[in-house]
C-alpha cells in the first residue's frame, strides 16, 4: 500500500512563499514520477510540476515555472515544491501524486493540502 502525505501549507500573504512537502511510503513505493496539482475553489484540477525518478522535472505553465521550484529528496521518499511570490489565484488545495511508470496515470494521491493566498 502507498502512502502519501502532503504538508507545508498555510496561508500567506501576496508575495509570500511556502514549501509544500510530500513524503511517500509503502513497501511497493518506488515511483517512476512524482507531481504536484491543484484545485482551486469552482475549477478543475491543475497540473502543477512533476519531477521523474531521473530528475527531469516538468512546470504546468512558465508562470508557474518562473515561480515554483519542484525538488525530491530520494534518500527521504521526498518531493517538496517551493513556491514563491505567491499570488491570490494560487490559492487552492495542493495535492500530491506518484505513477508507477512512464506513460500512466498517477495512481497513487495525498489527501491533498490547503494554500490560502490574501491579496
Known amino acids: 500500500q502507498v502512502q502519501l502525505v502532503e504538508s507545508g501549507g498555510g496561508s500567506v500573504q501576496a508575495g509570500g512563499s511556502l514549501r509544500l512537502s510530500c513524503a511517500g511510503s509503502?513497501?511497493?513505493?518506488?515511483?517512476?514520477?512524482m507531481a504536484w496539482f491543484r484545485r482551486a475553489p469552482g475549477k478543475e484540477r491543475e497540473f502543477v510540476s512533476s519531477?521523474?525518478?531521473?530528475?527531469?522535472?516538468?512546470y504546468g505553465t512558465n508562470a508557474m515555472k518562473g515561480r515554483f521550484t519542484i525538488s525530491k529528496d530520494n534518500a527521504k521518499n521526498t518531493v517538496y515544491l517551493q513556491m514563491n511570490s505567491l499570488k491570490p489565484e494560487d490559492t487552492a488545495v495542493y495535492y500530491c501524486?506518484?505513477?508507477?511508470?512512464?506513460?500512466?496515470?498517477?495512481?497513487?494521491w495525498g489527501q491533498g493540502t490547503q494554500v490560502t493566498v490574501s491579496s
Open positions: 519531477i521523474t525518478s531521473s530528475g527531469s522535472i516538468v
Open positions: 501524486a506518484s505513477r508507477r511508470a512512464p506513460g500512466t496515470a498517477y495512481e497513487y
Open positions: 509503502g513497501r511497493t513505493f518506488s515511483p517512476d514520477a
